[in-house]
């Protein structure tokens, strides 16, 4: 099974796990189900079509300028 990075948009967590097709990934810090897929751990190039944010730039902590954090 794959295992997905996510960051939590409620706490700003970031963590990875396994994600199952009838199982919804939950922020551990906080049980948040508002999560942000993180597509790539290396490489994060960036995909035409949507002004996303930098995939880790901000950091767990945000930077207050992310709209993910917001
Ligand atoms: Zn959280």
Do not use: H, W, Y
């Not at 997905?4 to 990934?25: H, I, N, W, Y």
């Amino acid at each position: 099974m794959p295992i997905f990075s996510f960051a939590c948009r409620a706490c700003g967590k970031e963590f990875q796990t396994l994600v199952r097709a009838s199982d919804a990934p939950e922020c551990p810090a906080c049980q948040s189900a508002d999560l942000e897929q993180q597509l790539s751990l290396i490489a994060a190039p960036n995909k035409g079509g949507q002004d996303s944010e930098p995939a880790s730039a901000c950091g767990p902590s945000g930077c207050g300028a992310c709209p993910a954090f917001n």
